[in-house]
């Protein structure tokens, strides 16, 4: 009862919180410039102008468009594209397979090396490697992910010529999906901007995946077990690293809503053609619903995440106290 409860209020945060969001997205717009300059030009009088401007709505009062706004957002509706003159969620939903599949690659190269160089780091933290690590963590999460992009290029695009620097490569469909995935090429164009993404979120887990083993290395348990004789890796890999899971999970269900607002800058730099450089193409054109509908996606996604995430720790560790749960 107490865990519904919780889940129910979840649940309410969730909505109230993106509630929010598309106030503050939609309360954004006139500040966005003329939509009208991009749909007609400089060639239609300021009259045809005023007209069009009553015709969608533009001279309403705010209220009133954003109530209306809302009623259509609820049934699925974010307004059509000024551009692309297709629903904005339509557009968005075309995009979204590269970002994700962004993503995907990303958190493949953050679990691939993060937990074994944050394990290492713990069992044997004053050897030389770990050092080197621990530096050099401080130095990934001190460089912004575009220099990391930009670099990268200049190294194994330029002077190497091993990867190449820019869009998306050749697709293959999976169930629906043009994915990259199933194709040399576009495995190959997919390395350097996962790593150029994962390489700012890499050093956090390496860091957190250390002090919480480390912790978790000092307590009585994990003593009574050296003193049992048990392997060293039982004890490293069973009773440590399990328990140190949980907070890893949790803020790595955080992480990925985070990395796709990283994505902007990561297909910035290698024209990917993903969500994040639909953004700033629509924010070139001051394509208003595109670019409300992307904010509103985007928190949804960290909303759901966020909630999804608090669901399962609450669900998985009974020892953490329930919202509203008496003492």
Known sequence: MDYLYFAIRRLLQAVLVMFVISLIGFSIQDNLGDPLRELVGQSVSEDERQAMRERMGLNDPFLIQYGRFLGNAVQGDLGNSYFFKKPALEVIAAKFPATLELVIGATIIIITFAVPLGIY??????????????????????????????????????????????????????????????????????????LSLASIMMPLFIRLIRSEMMEILQMEYIRFAWAKGLFPKRIWFLHAFKNTLLPVITVGGVQVGTMLAYTILTES?????????????????????????????????????????????????????LVGQKS
């Not at 930009?150 to 010529?161: A, D, P």
């Not at 969500?275 to 928190?299: C, H, S």
């Open 121 to 194: 780091c713990a069992i044997r933290p004053k050897s030389w490697l770990a050092r080197f690590v621990m530096g050099f963590s401080i130095v990934g999460i001190s460089v912004p992910v575009f220099l990391t992009a930009i670099f990268s290029i200049y190294i194994f695009s330029v002077e190497l010529g091993w990867m190449p620097s820019f869009g998306r490569g050749e697709t293959s469909d999976l169930l629906g999906w043009n994915s990259g995935f199933l194709t040399v090429d576009g495995l190959v164009h997919l390395i350097l901007p996962s």
């Open 269 to 321: 730099v290698f024209q990917w053609p993903g969500m994040g450089f639909l953004f700033l193409e629509a924010v070139n054109r001051v394509d208003t619903p595109l670019i409300i509908a992307y904010i509103i996606v985007v928190g949804l996604i960290f909303v759901v995440t966020n909630t999804f995430v608090d669901l399962i720790y609450t669900w998985v560790n009974p020892t953490v106290k």
